[in-house]
């Protein structure tokens, strides 16, 4: 499972989570964090960031 815990106590758990939902969560959290869901965006759901190219 793969999941992040963010520094206000919570827990994001990122499987079968929207894309929408992540690349917003990559707007509001630190540096560190936004690295990791870049990474996992590309690696994972390439084709929905080509198809919302305009999010970017």
Same mark, same amino acid.
Do not use: A, P, Q
């Given at each position: =499972? @793969? &999941? &992040? /815990?963010? *520094?206000? %106590? %919570?827990?994001? *758990?990122?499987k079968d989570? +929207?894309? /929408? &939902?992540?690349?917003?969560? =990559? @707007? *509001?959290?630190? +540096? +560190? ?5 870049k990474t @996992? ?13 305009? &999010? *970017?």
């Open positions: =499972m @793969l &999941f &992040f /815990k963010c *520094i206000y %106590g %919570g827990i994001v *758990i990122l989570t +929207e894309t /929408k &939902f992540i690349f917003d969560l =990559m @707007l *509001i959290i630190d +540096e +560190e964090l936004t690295n990791k869901l @996992l965006l590309i690696e994972t759901i390439d084709s929905w960031l080509r198809t919302h190219f305009y &999010f *970017i």
